[in-house]
Nanobody, 121 residues
Framework: QVQLVESGGGLVQAGGSLRLSCAAS????????MGWFRQAPGKEREFVAA????????RYADSVKGRFTISRDNTKNTVYLQMNSLRAEDTAIYYC??????????????WGQGTQVTVSS
């Protein structure tokens, strides 16, 4: 079992930055690949970014590539999502997840409760 708790969301103006954190507890953190997903009102949950468990391979959705950076600190059992140049369309609830190294939500076994990010234009 893995428990995930996101933090760092909030309200920011377009062009601004936020850093999301996801703290994990339970089973050994560095056994898990980690991902970030988001869900906007009225839309399906979509992939944002993923990071592998040890080598640090990363992958991103085209919509965030060059603006968002995923990273992890296995000593702190935490994964981060640095979000720069935020746009109104980035407004969503952001979830972190633990599972396979994948952009498919079905490949993740554990999910956090989410943190709201609102970007004002």
């Amino acid at each position: 079992q893995v428990q995930l708790v996101e933090s760092g969301g909030g309200l920011v103006q377009a062009g601004g930055s936020l850093r999301l954190s996801c703290a994990a507890s339970g089973r050994i953190f560095n056994n898990w690949h980690m991902g970030w997903f988001r869900q906007a009102p009225g839309k399906e949950r979509e992939f944002v970014a993923a990071i592998s468990r040890s080598v640090g391979l990363t992958r991103y959705a085209d919509s965030v590539k060059g603006r968002f950076t995923i990273s992890r600190d296995n000593t702190k059992n935490t994964v981060y999502l640095q979000m720069n140049s935020l746009r109104a369309e980035d407004t969503a609830i952001y979830y972190c997840a633990a599972g396979l190294y994948s952009d498919d939500a079905k490949d993740y076994d554990y999910w956090g409760q989410g943190t709201q990010v609102t970007v004002s234009s």
